[in-house]
């Protein structure tokens, strides 16, 4: 275990609730977690999904595309989103879904509009119809492979980071957090570090420096996100606050060379080391704050009784939770911001309860939110909760947001 794992599931990946009663289906169910960056897919029971680009190439132009995107036609946004749809069905999982039905995990953030956009297109286009959706609000389903219903959810996307609390199964969502602080702008450190501190080595041995056009053609070919996963880390707070000071001498650190074309990106250790930084700078300000911060500001916000269960029971999930060193120095600026910033005097006597969730033996900090959708897929709620074509034309083929079925079935209940 390691060291900053203070606590972690003592239950199996597999096991639910026992409350819930399985049903057996002759077909699968197929469980789709749309991400900004990647969309995991795979069939309910599944330990493991097929993790794909959210991107398809165009047929038309011959370019590639992202799934969503800002200033497009809603034409051109289905169109994509059918071909992508097709890509998925019927080149990585091989199956019709006209007699299955479909899990869609979401985030509580997720737009309306798509949400709607992907109905409609399941719904209408004869190539799939399929019998029933069900859309799942993602943070809740991060707790299902931890067999947990109280947990501080902190979900570091590509576009934004979003915390969500969530106590007894139940959502807090006037206490939710979001930063922009995401790895979309891990990327962005890493372009501006290697343009100034980087080089490029060509075949002759001569060096030169990496320009703007160097940067475009890197993101294209996502080498930037190859060195943000292969090469990056978070170092120690005492030494990563001398990098934000501008006070650590770089001159001894190694420098990694990554194959680019036929030439050599050198990327020394400034920018290995720095990048990370941008998630742990503290700011005051409420557009700007780091994750440590977004943590105890949450915490903050949460009833007296509930602070405590709350910090001890954190669940960092995302790609960028994977980095070495990322949880041990999380903790560590946790805890010097409860000792140290007057902003959370009142939180100091908490910081020995301050505990992680892990799990050493599979990387679910990747996939979690789509293994609790394969879990969940396994059970009744699947037949119960699900949107069937005939009601969503009852509804003027309208999708209901999930927090309306929660107030249904609260109602349903003291009814009865």
Avoid at 155 to 173: K, Q, S
Avoid at 175 to 189: A, F, V
Avoid at 230 to 251: H, P, S, W, Y
Wanted: proline share 5%; with cysteine; glycine share 4%.
């Amino acid at each position: 275990m390691l060291p900053y794992a203070s606590q972690r599931s003592n239950s199996s990946m597999a096991r639910v609730d026992s409350s819930y009663v399985p049903v057996l289906e002759s077909k699968s169910v197929v469980v789709i977690d749309f991400g900004s960056r990647y969309t995991r897919i795979g069939f309910n029971g599944d330990f493991c999904p097929s993790i794909l680009r959210s991107e398809i190439v165009d047929p038309e132009s011959g370019e590639v595309k992202p799934l969503f995107a800002d200033g497009r036609s809603e034409e051109e946004d289905r169109r994509i989103l059918h071909l992508f749809l097709r890509k998925i069905f019927f080149k990585h999982l091989l199956c019709s879904v006209k007699d299955r039905r479909i899990l869609i995990v979401e985030s509580i953030l997720t737009p309306t509009k798509n949400r709607q956009r992907i109905a409609s297109v399941l719904f209408e286009t004869a190539t799939f119809s399929p019998p029933a959706i069900l859309f799942a609000p993602s943070h809740l389903l991060h707790t299902i492979p931890f067999s947990i219903s109280s947990a501080m959810v902190v979900d570091i996307g590509f576009t934004e980071t979003l915390l969500v609390p969530i106590y007894e199964g139940v959502t807090m969502l006037n206490k939710y957090e979001c930063s922009p602080i995401c790895s979309k702008l891990l990327e962005e450190r890493i372009c501006v570090l290697l343009k100034k501190h980087a080089h490029i080595e060509m075949e002759n041995g001569e060096k030169r420096e990496i320009l703007e056009d160097d940067v475009i053609l890197l993101l294209k070919m996502n080498v930037i996100e190859d060195i943000a996963v292969r090469l990056c880390f978070a170092t120690k707070m005492e030494r990563g606050n001398m990098i934000q000071e501008d006070n650590v001498d770089f001159e001894m650190a190694i420098a990694c060379p990554v194959g680019f074309l036929k030439e050599m990106i050198v990327v020394p250790g400034i920018v290995r080391e720095s990048a990370a930084e941008i998630f742990f700078k503290s700011s005051h300000c409420d557009d700007d704050r780091s994750i440590p911060e977004l943590i105890l500001d949450s915490i903050t916000k949460l009833p007296i009784d509930m602070r405590r269960p709350m910090i001890s029971h954190i669940a960092v999930v995302g790609g960028s939770a994977r980095m070495p060193g990322f949880l041990a120095r999380l903790k560590s600026e946790i805890t010097r911001l409860l000792q140290e910033d007057e902003r959370y005097n009142f939180l100091r006597k908490l910081a020995d309860s301050l505990k992680f969730y892990v799990y050493s033996e599979a990387p679910v900090e990747l996939y979690g939110a789509w293994l609790g959708g394969s879990l969940l897929a396994s059970v009744d709620i699947m037949q119960t909760k699900s949107l069937t074509r005939e009601e969503w034309l009852k509804k003027n083929k309208t999708v209901p947001d999930w927090t309306e079925k929660i107030d249904e079935y609260f109602t349903f209940e003291k009814e009865n």
